[in-house]
Protein backbone atom coordinates (compact mmCIF):
# COMPACT_ATOMS: atom_id res chain seq x y z
CA UNK A 1 0.00 0.00 0.00
CA UNK A 2 2.74 2.42 0.62
CA UNK A 3 3.80 2.87 -3.00
CA UNK A 4 0.14 4.45 -3.71
CA UNK A 5 -0.04 7.91 -4.62
CA UNK A 6 -1.70 9.81 -1.97
CA UNK A 7 -5.44 10.03 -4.10
CA UNK A 8 -5.15 6.43 -4.42
CA UNK A 9 -5.00 5.68 -1.14
CA UNK A 10 -8.14 7.93 0.16
CA UNK A 11 -10.19 6.16 -2.45
CA UNK A 12 -9.39 3.18 -1.50
CA UNK A 13 -9.75 4.06 1.97
CA UNK A 14 -13.34 5.26 1.43
CA UNK A 15 -14.19 2.47 -0.68
CA UNK A 16 -13.50 0.13 2.44
CA UNK A 17 -15.31 2.39 4.61
CA UNK A 18 -18.15 1.61 2.14
CA UNK A 19 -17.34 -1.95 2.21
CA UNK A 20 -17.70 -2.07 5.90
CA UNK A 21 -20.83 0.04 6.38
CA UNK A 22 -22.59 -2.83 3.77
CA UNK A 23 -20.94 -5.66 5.38
CA UNK A 24 -21.47 -5.13 9.44
CA UNK A 25 -17.29 -5.75 9.99
CA UNK A 26 -13.92 -4.10 9.45
CA UNK A 27 -10.66 -4.62 8.81
CA UNK A 28 -8.05 -4.09 10.92
CA UNK A 29 -8.03 0.10 11.51
CA UNK A 30 -10.23 0.85 9.28
CA UNK A 31 -14.08 1.18 8.50
CA UNK A 32 -16.69 2.09 10.81
CA UNK A 33 -18.22 -1.18 12.32
CA UNK A 34 -16.77 -4.06 14.79
CA UNK A 35 -15.32 -6.73 13.91
CA UNK A 36 -15.92 -10.24 15.35
CA UNK A 37 -13.53 -11.03 17.69
CA UNK A 38 -12.85 -14.22 19.89
CA UNK A 39 -14.62 -14.33 23.48
CA UNK A 40 -13.15 -11.65 25.98
CA UNK A 41 -10.98 -9.81 23.32
CA UNK A 42 -11.56 -5.97 23.05
CA UNK A 43 -14.37 -5.80 20.59
CA UNK A 44 -13.66 -1.46 19.59
CA UNK A 45 -10.75 -0.37 22.57
CA UNK A 46 -7.02 -1.59 22.13
CA UNK A 47 -6.24 -5.82 22.68
CA UNK A 48 -3.20 -4.29 24.14
CA UNK A 49 -2.08 -0.61 25.43
CA UNK A 50 -4.92 2.47 25.78
CA UNK A 51 -6.04 5.31 23.92
CA UNK A 52 -6.73 8.98 25.29
CA UNK A 53 -8.86 10.94 23.82
CA UNK A 54 -9.15 14.67 24.71
CA UNK A 55 -11.74 17.58 23.49
CA UNK A 56 -8.64 20.36 22.80
CA UNK A 57 -8.34 23.35 24.68
CA UNK A 58 -6.21 23.43 27.93
CA UNK A 59 -5.58 20.33 29.09
CA UNK A 60 -5.29 19.87 32.87
CA UNK A 61 -2.35 18.13 35.24
CA UNK A 62 -4.71 14.79 35.84
CA UNK A 63 -5.04 14.51 31.95
CA UNK A 64 -0.76 14.66 31.68
CA UNK A 65 -0.28 12.42 34.26
CA UNK A 66 -2.35 9.41 33.22
CA UNK A 67 -0.97 10.25 29.79
CA UNK A 68 3.11 9.43 30.98
CA UNK A 69 1.65 6.98 33.46
CA UNK A 70 0.23 4.68 30.76
CA UNK A 71 3.37 5.40 28.68
CA UNK A 72 5.45 4.20 31.23
CA UNK A 73 6.69 6.65 33.42
CA UNK A 74 8.61 9.69 32.82
CA UNK A 75 11.43 8.19 31.57
CA UNK A 76 9.47 6.52 28.29
CA UNK A 77 9.99 7.87 24.99
CA UNK A 78 7.14 9.73 24.05
CA UNK A 79 6.53 10.80 20.24
CA UNK A 80 4.94 13.78 19.46
CA UNK A 81 3.19 14.66 16.43
CA UNK A 82 2.46 17.68 15.54
CA UNK A 83 1.40 17.17 12.05
CA UNK A 84 -1.91 17.91 12.18
CA UNK A 85 -0.77 21.92 13.10
CA UNK A 86 -0.19 22.43 8.91
CA UNK A 87 3.38 23.87 9.17
CA UNK A 88 5.85 22.43 7.29
CA UNK A 89 8.56 22.49 9.88
CA UNK A 90 8.46 21.80 13.70
CA UNK A 91 11.34 21.79 15.51
CA UNK A 92 13.15 19.32 18.10
CA UNK A 93 12.21 21.58 20.88
CA UNK A 94 8.76 23.07 19.73
CA UNK A 95 6.92 24.91 22.34
CA UNK A 96 3.88 22.49 21.69
CA UNK A 97 5.18 19.77 23.66
CA UNK A 98 5.95 21.94 26.75
CA UNK A 99 3.26 20.90 28.83
CA UNK A 100 4.44 17.38 29.05
CA UNK A 101 8.01 18.27 29.67
CA UNK A 102 6.30 19.89 32.91
CA UNK A 103 4.72 17.14 33.67
CA UNK A 104 7.96 15.15 34.15
CA UNK A 105 8.25 13.91 30.85
CA UNK A 106 11.98 13.19 30.21
CA UNK A 107 12.30 12.14 26.91
CA UNK A 108 10.21 13.99 24.08
CA UNK A 109 10.40 13.00 20.02
CA UNK A 110 9.35 15.32 17.95
CA UNK A 111 7.94 13.22 14.84
CA UNK A 112 7.02 15.09 11.58
CA UNK A 113 6.81 15.38 7.87
CA UNK A 114 4.91 16.10 4.95
CA UNK A 115 6.51 13.42 2.86
CA UNK A 116 5.23 10.51 2.13
CA UNK A 117 8.31 8.79 1.27
CA UNK A 118 9.97 10.06 4.19
CA UNK A 119 6.65 8.48 6.36
CA UNK A 120 7.96 5.78 4.41
CA UNK A 121 11.41 5.10 5.51
CA UNK A 122 12.73 3.14 8.28
CA UNK A 123 14.80 6.12 9.10
CA UNK A 124 11.66 8.33 10.14
CA UNK A 125 10.03 5.51 11.95
CA UNK A 126 13.04 4.67 13.94
CA UNK A 127 12.06 6.79 17.12
CA UNK A 128 8.85 5.06 17.41
CA UNK A 129 10.39 1.51 17.39
CA UNK A 130 11.67 2.30 21.46
CA UNK A 131 8.22 4.46 21.91
CA UNK A 132 5.53 3.91 25.16
CA UNK A 133 3.59 6.64 23.98
CA UNK A 134 2.46 8.77 20.63
CA UNK A 135 0.54 12.27 20.95
CA UNK A 136 -1.24 13.79 17.99
CA UNK A 137 -1.53 17.67 18.46
CA UNK A 138 -4.50 19.70 17.29
CA UNK A 139 -5.00 21.40 13.62
CA UNK A 140 -6.93 20.22 10.79
CA UNK A 141 -6.67 16.10 10.40
CA UNK A 142 -6.65 15.97 6.82
CA UNK A 143 -2.96 16.99 7.47
CA UNK A 144 -1.99 13.66 9.58
CA UNK A 145 -3.94 11.51 6.50
CA UNK A 146 -1.94 13.24 3.78
CA UNK A 147 1.25 12.87 5.71
CA UNK A 148 1.11 8.93 7.06
CA UNK A 149 -2.07 6.85 6.19
CA UNK A 150 -0.69 3.36 4.79
CA UNK A 151 2.92 4.46 5.31
CA UNK A 152 5.11 2.60 7.43
CA UNK A 153 4.94 5.56 10.22
CA UNK A 154 1.03 4.40 10.28
CA UNK A 155 1.83 0.64 10.90
CA UNK A 156 4.62 1.60 13.23
CA UNK A 157 2.12 4.19 15.26
CA UNK A 158 -0.53 1.04 15.63
CA UNK A 159 2.82 -0.92 16.85
CA UNK A 160 3.31 1.07 19.31
CA UNK A 161 0.12 0.72 21.07
CA UNK A 162 0.32 -2.91 20.26
CA UNK A 163 3.40 -3.43 22.55
CA UNK A 164 1.06 -1.88 25.70
CA UNK A 165 1.84 1.57 24.58
CA UNK A 166 -0.61 4.22 24.86
CA UNK A 167 -1.78 6.76 21.70
CA UNK A 168 -3.66 9.69 22.61
CA UNK A 169 -4.30 12.91 20.85
CA UNK A 170 -6.27 16.91 21.51
CA UNK A 171 -8.54 18.29 18.88
CA UNK A 172 -7.88 16.50 15.42
CA UNK A 173 -5.47 14.24 17.29
CA UNK A 174 -8.77 12.96 18.49
CA UNK A 175 -10.89 12.53 15.89
CA UNK A 176 -8.20 10.68 14.27
CA UNK A 177 -8.13 7.89 16.68
CA UNK A 178 -11.21 6.66 15.52
CA UNK A 179 -11.91 4.27 12.75
CA UNK A 180 -14.63 7.11 11.07
CA UNK A 181 -12.77 10.38 11.05
CA UNK A 182 -15.50 13.45 11.48
CA UNK A 183 -14.43 16.72 9.86
CA UNK A 184 -11.47 15.64 7.81
CA UNK A 185 -12.41 17.88 4.63
CA UNK A 186 -8.97 18.47 3.12
CA UNK A 187 -9.33 22.46 3.90
CA UNK A 188 -9.94 24.87 6.71
CA UNK A 189 -14.02 24.80 6.76
CA UNK A 190 -14.23 22.05 9.87
CA UNK A 191 -18.03 22.55 9.69
CA UNK A 192 -17.76 19.67 7.12
CA UNK A 193 -18.73 16.55 9.45
CA UNK A 194 -18.06 13.77 6.08
CA UNK A 195 -15.81 14.01 3.12
CA UNK A 196 -15.16 11.41 0.80
CA UNK A 197 -11.81 10.02 0.62
CA UNK A 198 -10.88 11.70 4.13
CA UNK A 199 -13.59 9.26 6.06
CA UNK A 200 -11.05 6.42 7.47
CA UNK A 201 -9.13 7.47 10.90
CA UNK A 202 -6.21 5.69 12.40
CA UNK A 203 -8.55 3.27 13.72
CA UNK A 204 -7.39 3.04 17.24
CA UNK A 205 -11.24 2.95 18.87
CA UNK A 206 -12.86 0.37 16.22
CA UNK A 207 -16.18 1.35 15.17
CA UNK A 208 -16.40 4.81 16.75
CA UNK A 209 -16.15 8.62 15.41
CA UNK A 210 -14.92 10.73 17.50
CA UNK A 211 -15.92 14.67 17.68
CA UNK A 212 -14.21 17.44 20.29
CA UNK A 213 -14.67 21.08 21.07
CA UNK A 214 -18.17 19.87 20.97
CA UNK A 215 -19.29 22.63 24.20
CA UNK A 216 -16.88 25.43 23.81
CA UNK A 217 -17.74 25.71 19.85
CA UNK A 218 -21.54 24.52 20.21
CA UNK A 219 -20.76 21.57 18.22
CA UNK A 220 -23.62 18.75 20.30
CA UNK A 221 -25.75 18.53 17.67
CA UNK A 222 -23.33 17.94 14.69
CA UNK A 223 -23.00 13.92 15.01
CA UNK A 224 -26.62 13.45 15.93
CA UNK A 225 -27.67 15.47 12.99
CA UNK A 226 -24.85 14.72 10.44
CA UNK A 227 -23.24 11.29 10.87
CA UNK A 228 -25.44 9.22 13.08
CA UNK A 229 -28.35 9.06 10.82
CA UNK A 230 -26.02 7.75 7.61
CA UNK A 231 -23.54 5.75 9.86
CA UNK A 232 -26.35 3.96 12.69
CA UNK A 233 -23.70 1.68 13.24
CA UNK A 234 -21.08 3.88 14.31
CA UNK A 235 -20.45 4.89 18.22
CA UNK A 236 -20.46 8.70 18.20
CA UNK A 237 -18.41 9.95 21.34
CA UNK A 238 -16.96 13.23 22.02
CA UNK A 239 -15.46 15.64 24.90
CA UNK A 240 -15.56 19.13 25.43
CA UNK A 241 -12.37 21.08 25.79
CA UNK A 242 -9.74 19.82 28.27
CA UNK A 243 -11.84 16.57 29.15
CA UNK A 244 -10.87 13.03 27.97
CA UNK A 245 -11.84 9.57 27.38
CA UNK A 246 -9.25 6.87 29.06
CA UNK A 247 -9.67 3.69 27.18
CA UNK A 248 -8.36 0.39 28.33
CA UNK A 249 -9.61 -2.54 26.54
CA UNK A 250 -13.59 -1.82 26.07
CA UNK A 251 -13.70 0.39 29.21
CA UNK A 252 -13.41 3.97 29.26
CA UNK A 253 -13.18 6.26 32.06
CA UNK A 254 -14.12 10.72 31.78
CA UNK A 255 -11.30 12.75 33.73
CA UNK A 256 -10.57 16.22 33.06
CA UNK A 257 -12.46 19.49 33.26
CA UNK A 258 -16.23 18.95 31.83
CA UNK A 259 -18.59 16.65 30.30
CA UNK A 260 -18.12 14.10 27.35
CA UNK A 261 -21.15 12.12 25.39
CA UNK A 262 -22.03 9.72 24.00
CA UNK A 263 -24.63 9.00 20.30
CA UNK A 264 -25.76 5.89 19.31
CA UNK A 265 -25.35 3.59 23.13
CA UNK A 266 -27.72 1.17 24.12
CA UNK A 267 -28.66 3.80 27.60
CA UNK A 268 -31.80 6.30 27.14
CA UNK A 269 -30.53 9.70 26.01
CA UNK A 270 -30.32 12.23 28.26
CA UNK A 271 -34.36 13.96 28.16
CA UNK A 272 -35.11 15.65 24.82
CA UNK A 273 -31.27 15.38 22.95
CA UNK A 274 -29.99 12.53 21.42
CA UNK A 275 -26.78 11.41 23.50
CA UNK A 276 -25.94 10.75 26.97
CA UNK A 277 -23.87 12.83 29.05
CA UNK A 278 -21.09 11.54 30.90
CA UNK A 279 -18.93 13.79 34.04
CA UNK A 280 -15.95 12.79 35.15
CA UNK A 281 -15.14 9.74 36.98
CA UNK A 282 -18.46 8.12 34.92
CA UNK A 283 -17.42 5.13 32.89
CA UNK A 284 -18.70 3.13 30.24
CA UNK A 285 -18.02 0.30 28.05
CA UNK A 286 -17.70 0.49 24.29
CA UNK A 287 -18.65 -2.94 23.40
CA UNK A 288 -21.76 -3.12 25.08
CA UNK A 289 -22.47 0.57 25.00
CA UNK A 290 -23.69 0.88 28.47
CA UNK A 291 -22.49 3.12 31.75
CA UNK A 292 -20.84 0.63 33.60
CA UNK A 293 -20.17 3.12 36.37
CA UNK A 294 -21.52 6.85 37.85
CA UNK A 295 -19.70 8.59 39.75
CA UNK A 296 -22.57 9.65 41.95
CA UNK A 297 -23.26 5.97 43.53
CA UNK A 298 -19.60 6.75 45.42
CA UNK A 299 -21.07 9.47 47.87
CA UNK A 300 -24.29 9.87 49.84
CA UNK A 301 -25.02 13.12 48.03
CA UNK A 302 -27.70 11.70 46.28
CA UNK A 303 -29.62 13.89 42.63
CA UNK A 304 -33.15 13.12 44.94
CA UNK A 305 -31.41 14.96 47.99
CA UNK A 306 -30.08 17.86 45.34
CA UNK A 307 -33.56 18.29 43.86
CA UNK A 308 -34.90 18.47 47.61
CA UNK A 309 -32.83 21.61 48.25
CA UNK A 310 -33.90 23.26 45.06
CA UNK A 311 -38.13 23.19 45.00
CA UNK A 312 -38.32 26.75 45.02
CA UNK A 313 -36.25 26.69 41.20
CA UNK A 314 -38.53 24.07 39.48
CA UNK A 315 -41.68 26.38 38.57
CA UNK A 316 -41.65 27.90 34.94
CA UNK A 317 -40.73 31.29 34.91
CA UNK A 318 -39.37 31.50 38.47
CA UNK A 319 -35.72 31.63 39.31
CA UNK A 320 -33.59 30.03 37.95
CA UNK A 321 -30.45 27.97 39.91
CA UNK A 322 -27.42 25.26 38.93
CA UNK A 323 -25.06 23.37 41.03
CA UNK A 324 -22.18 21.52 40.71
CA UNK A 325 -21.05 19.18 43.41
CA UNK A 326 -17.06 17.67 43.12
CA UNK A 327 -14.54 15.45 45.10
CA UNK A 328 -11.40 14.24 43.95
CA UNK A 329 -11.88 14.83 40.37
CA UNK A 330 -15.01 13.36 39.99
CA UNK A 331 -18.32 15.32 39.45
CA UNK A 332 -20.89 14.05 41.09
CA UNK A 333 -24.00 16.81 40.72
CA UNK A 334 -24.09 18.72 37.57
CA UNK A 335 -27.74 19.87 37.61
CA UNK A 336 -30.09 23.34 36.53
CA UNK A 337 -32.95 24.42 37.80
CA UNK A 338 -35.69 26.50 36.06
CA UNK A 339 -33.81 26.96 33.13
CA UNK A 340 -35.28 25.72 29.22
CA UNK A 341 -33.68 23.77 26.75
CA UNK A 342 -30.81 25.88 25.34
CA UNK A 343 -29.76 26.04 21.35
CA UNK A 344 -28.27 23.26 19.89
CA UNK A 345 -28.70 20.72 22.77
CA UNK A 346 -26.39 23.35 24.84
CA UNK A 347 -25.91 22.19 28.76
CA UNK A 348 -28.69 24.28 30.60
CA UNK A 349 -25.50 24.41 33.18
CA UNK A 350 -23.36 25.83 30.74
CA UNK A 351 -25.59 28.60 29.47
CA UNK A 352 -27.42 30.86 30.63
CA UNK A 353 -24.60 32.78 32.53
CA UNK A 354 -25.49 34.30 35.86
CA UNK A 355 -23.61 37.35 37.64
CA UNK A 356 -21.41 36.42 39.92
CA UNK A 357 -21.50 39.17 42.05
CA UNK A 358 -19.46 38.79 45.22
CA UNK A 359 -17.24 35.72 43.41
CA UNK A 360 -15.84 38.20 41.11
CA UNK A 361 -13.49 38.87 43.72
CA UNK A 362 -11.80 35.48 43.33
CA UNK A 363 -11.35 36.43 39.67
CA UNK A 364 -9.63 39.89 40.53
CA UNK A 365 -7.37 38.80 43.25
CA UNK A 366 -5.72 35.88 40.72
CA UNK A 367 -4.98 38.54 38.65
CA UNK A 368 -3.47 40.42 41.21
CA UNK A 369 -1.17 37.63 42.53
CA UNK A 370 0.29 37.23 39.05
CA UNK A 371 1.16 41.05 39.62
CA UNK A 372 2.64 40.13 43.18
CA UNK A 373 4.66 37.57 41.42
CA UNK A 374 6.13 39.80 39.20
CA UNK A 375 7.07 41.98 41.65
CA UNK A 376 4.79 45.18 40.47
CA UNK A 377 2.41 45.64 43.85
CA UNK A 378 1.39 43.66 47.10
CA UNK A 379 -1.79 42.26 48.71
CA UNK A 380 -0.98 44.66 51.33
CA UNK A 381 -0.42 47.66 49.54
CA UNK A 382 -2.60 50.92 50.58
CA UNK A 383 -5.18 50.71 48.46
CA UNK A 384 -5.28 54.13 46.35
CA UNK A 385 -8.26 55.58 47.18
CA UNK A 386 -7.56 57.45 50.55
CA UNK A 387 -9.67 54.56 52.62
CA UNK A 388 -6.24 53.46 54.50
CA UNK A 389 -7.77 49.92 53.51
CA UNK A 390 -4.86 47.38 52.07
CA UNK A 391 -6.06 45.76 48.65
CA UNK A 392 -6.46 42.51 50.21
CA UNK A 393 -9.03 44.25 52.35
CA UNK A 394 -11.11 45.54 49.67
CA UNK A 395 -11.35 42.51 48.56
CA UNK A 396 -12.82 41.06 50.97
CA UNK A 397 -15.25 43.79 51.02
CA UNK A 398 -15.50 43.47 47.28
CA UNK A 399 -19.82 44.01 47.13
CA UNK A 400 -19.74 47.05 49.07
CA UNK A 401 -18.19 49.44 46.90
CA UNK A 402 -18.87 50.07 43.05
CA UNK A 403 -16.29 52.72 43.03
CA UNK A 404 -13.24 50.15 44.35
CA UNK A 405 -14.77 47.43 42.10
CA UNK A 406 -13.82 50.40 39.24
CA UNK A 407 -11.02 51.10 41.03
CA UNK A 408 -9.54 47.26 40.92
CA UNK A 409 -9.81 47.21 37.62
CA UNK A 410 -8.04 50.18 36.70
CA UNK A 411 -5.36 49.03 39.05
CA UNK A 412 -4.96 45.31 37.16
CA UNK A 413 -4.67 47.35 34.08
CA UNK A 414 -2.14 50.04 34.99
CA UNK A 415 0.31 48.07 36.78
CA UNK A 416 0.31 44.69 34.45
CA UNK A 417 0.88 47.30 31.43
CA UNK A 418 -1.95 45.93 29.46
CA UNK A 419 -5.80 46.35 29.14
CA UNK A 420 -7.87 44.35 32.14
CA UNK A 421 -8.95 42.21 29.24
CA UNK A 422 -6.03 41.37 28.33
CA UNK A 423 -4.93 40.48 31.98
CA UNK A 424 -7.81 38.72 32.62
CA UNK A 425 -7.30 36.25 29.08
CA UNK A 426 -3.86 35.92 29.64
CA UNK A 427 -3.84 35.32 33.84
CA UNK A 428 -7.05 33.35 33.89
CA UNK A 429 -9.14 32.18 30.91
CA UNK A 430 -6.01 30.91 28.59
CA UNK A 431 -4.20 28.46 31.23
CA UNK A 432 -7.84 27.42 32.62
CA UNK A 433 -9.41 26.43 29.73
CA UNK A 434 -12.02 28.51 30.48
CA UNK A 435 -14.15 29.52 27.26
CA UNK A 436 -17.40 31.65 28.20
CA UNK A 437 -16.80 33.30 31.29
CA UNK A 438 -17.09 37.09 30.63
CA UNK A 439 -15.59 40.01 32.94
CA UNK A 440 -16.67 43.65 32.75
CA UNK A 441 -14.04 45.90 31.59
CA UNK A 442 -14.94 48.79 33.86
CA UNK A 443 -16.62 47.22 36.84
CA UNK A 444 -14.88 44.32 36.87
CA UNK A 445 -17.72 42.26 37.43
CA UNK A 446 -18.08 38.17 36.39
CA UNK A 447 -20.15 35.92 34.54
CA UNK A 448 -20.22 33.11 34.29
CA UNK A 449 -21.72 28.96 34.86
CA UNK A 450 -21.03 26.31 37.38
CA UNK A 451 -19.02 24.13 34.69
CA UNK A 452 -16.00 27.36 33.85
CA UNK A 453 -15.91 27.54 37.80
CA UNK A 454 -15.46 24.06 38.30
CA UNK A 455 -12.66 24.84 35.66
CA UNK A 456 -11.90 27.46 37.66
CA UNK A 457 -11.62 25.45 40.93
CA UNK A 458 -9.28 22.70 39.74
CA UNK A 459 -7.17 25.43 38.17
CA UNK A 460 -6.98 27.13 41.51
CA UNK A 461 -5.40 23.39 43.00
CA UNK A 462 -3.45 22.46 39.64
CA UNK A 463 -1.84 25.75 38.17
CA UNK A 464 1.61 27.37 39.84
CA UNK A 465 0.71 30.54 41.24
CA UNK A 466 -2.84 30.42 41.49
CA UNK A 467 -4.07 29.52 44.95
CA UNK A 468 -5.75 32.34 46.47
CA UNK A 469 -5.56 32.13 50.20
CA UNK A 470 -7.24 34.80 52.43
CA UNK A 471 -6.75 36.76 48.71
CA UNK A 472 -10.53 37.71 47.95
CA UNK A 473 -11.35 34.09 49.71
CA UNK A 474 -13.64 33.93 53.34
CA UNK A 475 -11.44 31.16 55.35
CA UNK A 476 -13.40 29.40 58.69
CA UNK A 477 -14.20 26.41 59.94
CA UNK A 478 -16.99 23.88 59.11
CA UNK A 479 -17.17 21.25 62.26
CA UNK A 480 -13.49 20.66 62.30
CA UNK A 481 -12.62 21.28 58.83
CA UNK A 482 -10.85 24.21 56.88
CA UNK A 483 -13.48 25.97 54.44
CA UNK A 484 -12.61 28.58 51.58
CA UNK A 485 -15.83 30.59 50.23
CA UNK A 486 -17.27 32.97 48.49
CA UNK A 487 -20.75 34.16 48.10
CA UNK A 488 -22.94 36.42 46.22
CA UNK A 489 -23.05 39.03 48.83
CA UNK A 490 -22.21 39.33 52.19
CA UNK A 491 -24.94 37.83 54.08
CA UNK A 492 -24.43 34.37 51.67
CA UNK A 493 -27.55 35.11 49.32
CA UNK A 494 -27.74 34.67 45.43
CA UNK A 495 -24.53 32.79 44.93
CA UNK A 496 -21.70 30.15 46.67
CA UNK A 497 -18.79 28.74 46.14
CA UNK A 498 -17.71 26.57 48.55
CA UNK A 499 -14.14 24.78 48.97
CA UNK A 500 -12.77 22.31 51.19
CA UNK A 501 -8.90 21.68 50.52
CA UNK A 502 -8.14 18.82 52.20
CA UNK A 503 -10.85 16.48 51.46
CA UNK A 504 -10.20 18.27 47.82
CA UNK A 505 -14.01 19.07 47.55
CA UNK A 506 -16.06 21.77 45.83
CA UNK A 507 -19.71 22.74 46.05
CA UNK A 508 -21.03 25.43 43.73
CA UNK A 509 -23.97 27.46 43.32
CA UNK A 510 -25.34 30.09 41.02
CA UNK A 511 -28.75 31.39 41.03
CA UNK A 512 -30.74 34.43 39.76
CA UNK A 513 -32.68 34.67 43.26
CA UNK A 514 -31.49 37.27 45.43
CA UNK A 515 -33.43 36.17 47.96
CA UNK A 516 -31.63 32.56 47.83
CA UNK A 517 -29.88 30.92 51.00
CA UNK A 518 -27.10 30.01 48.82
CA UNK A 519 -24.50 29.61 52.47
CA UNK A 520 -27.30 27.36 53.75
CA UNK A 521 -27.69 25.24 50.87
CA UNK A 522 -23.87 24.92 50.77
CA UNK A 523 -23.57 23.49 54.18
CA UNK A 524 -26.48 21.16 53.63
CA UNK A 525 -24.91 19.58 50.72
CA UNK A 526 -21.44 19.95 52.94
CA UNK A 527 -22.45 18.08 55.97
CA UNK A 528 -23.68 15.01 53.38
CA UNK A 529 -20.17 15.51 51.35
CA UNK A 530 -18.15 15.24 54.09
CA UNK A 531 -19.48 13.58 56.66
CA UNK A 532 -21.81 10.51 54.74
CA UNK A 533 -21.82 8.54 57.80
CA UNK A 534 -24.53 10.82 59.03
CA UNK A 535 -25.75 14.00 61.10
CA UNK A 536 -25.07 13.29 64.33
CA UNK A 537 -21.05 14.62 63.75
Known sequence: MSGLSPLSIRTLATLTVLAVITAGCTAPHAGTGVAATPAGTPRVGPVHGS?????????????????????????????????????????????????????????????????????????????LKTAGAVWFEGGRQFHLVDSYGGTKTEKAFMEVMERGGVIGGSSAGASILGSYMVRGAPSNDNYIMSYPG??????????????????????????????????????????????????????????????????????????GK??????????????????????????AVSQAFIDSLFTDFKQPGGPMATVLVAQNG??????????????????????????????SAGFNAAAIIGLEHEGKLKFDDVFPDGSGLTIRDVLLQYEQSLARRKSIVSLI????????????????????????????????????????????????????????????????????NVRESEFGTSDGRRNAFVRFPAQHASIIILTSSPTADTRGIAEKIAQRLIFPAGASK
Do not use: C
Not at 61 to 75: N, S
Not at 428 to 451: L, N, R
Open 274 to 299: PFLTLHPGDKYNLASRRVTHRAITET
Open 198 to 271: YERGFGYLRGVGIDQHVVARERLADLADSVMPRHPEILGISEDEGTAWVVRGDSAEIIGRDKAFVYGGKDATDP
Open 330 to 359: KVFIDAAYGIGPQRKYMPATTIPQFPLLGL
Open 51 to 127: VIVVGGGAMGPEVYAKFIELAGGPDAVIVDVPTAGGDSVYPADWRGAAGFKAAGAKNIVVLHTINRKVADSDEFIAP
Open 413 to 480: SKKGGASYTAQITRRIYTPIGMHKTEADSTTGEFQSDVDELYRWELGLTDIKGLRQGSYGWRIDNFKG
